[in-house]
């Protein structure tokens, strides 16, 4: 049942970033300089992103997990260079092929892997990673994006403020009966905390 909390601490990492920066930007009284649903779209490839990488564990090994993370380095680069017209050098060019050909090999190993104990579905497992990556792509980019023409304390605060409430719904409804059979008592709750 870990991968269920760890949706819980998604859910509480955007919580904080409200009450961090979402405090912050109410006391500056600052105005949008983005319309709020680009925000909620940003929020929701964040959420999606992290929903799908958390799930891919119940299905692959840790590490196949966190080899297939690295696939969203080279979908920045590409969405860089398609969006933000950014040049790469031969030798960065060279780097994104081998880090792609190894993804391949990470993704040939665990489906001809003779040991499935790894995982109980090590291909939805891989998929799920690769889905993440993208969307951790977009997300990146997005934000780089935003920083650099807007304002780093408006995007933290409403990708907190959309991102904890797509989480948290995402959360009540996929972890509904988990959530209606645990015992919420003091020890239940401390044996999470550490």
């Given at each position: 049942m870990l991968w269920t909390w760890d949706h819980a601490?998604?859910?509480?990492?955007y919580v904080l970033l409200i009450v961090v920066y979402g405090s912050t930007f109410i006391i500056r009284r600052k105005t949008l300089k983005v319309r709020w649903y680009y925000y909620l779209l940003l929020a929701i490839l964040d959420?999606?992103?992290?929903?799908s990488v958390v799930k891919a564990?119940?299905?692959t090994s840790l590490t196949s997990v966190m080899l297939l993370d690295c696939w969203t380095i080279p979908c920045v680069l590409l969405l860089i260079w398609l969006f933000i017209k950014t040049k790469y050098n031969i030798g960065q060019l060279i780097g994104v092929c081998i880090c792609i050909l190894g993804l391949v090999l990470v993704i040939l190993s665990d489906v001809h892997a003779k040991d499935r104990s790894r995982g109980s579905n090590v291909l939805l497992g891989d998929a799920l990673v690769i889905i993440g990556a993208i969307?951790?792509?977009f997300t990146n980019v997005s934000e780089e994006f935003l920083i650099k023409n807007v304002d780093f304390?408006?995007?933290m605060t409403f990708l907190g403020l959309f991102g904890s409430t797509i989480s948290g719904i995402q959360v009540?409804?996929?972890e509904r009966k988990f959530l209606a059979n645990t015992s919420w008592n003091r020890d239940v709750i401390l044996s999470f905390s550490g």
């Open positions: 601490v998604s859910f509480f990492n959420v999606e992103g992290n929903f564990y119940q299905y969307l951790y792509a304390l408006e995007l009540a409804i996929v």
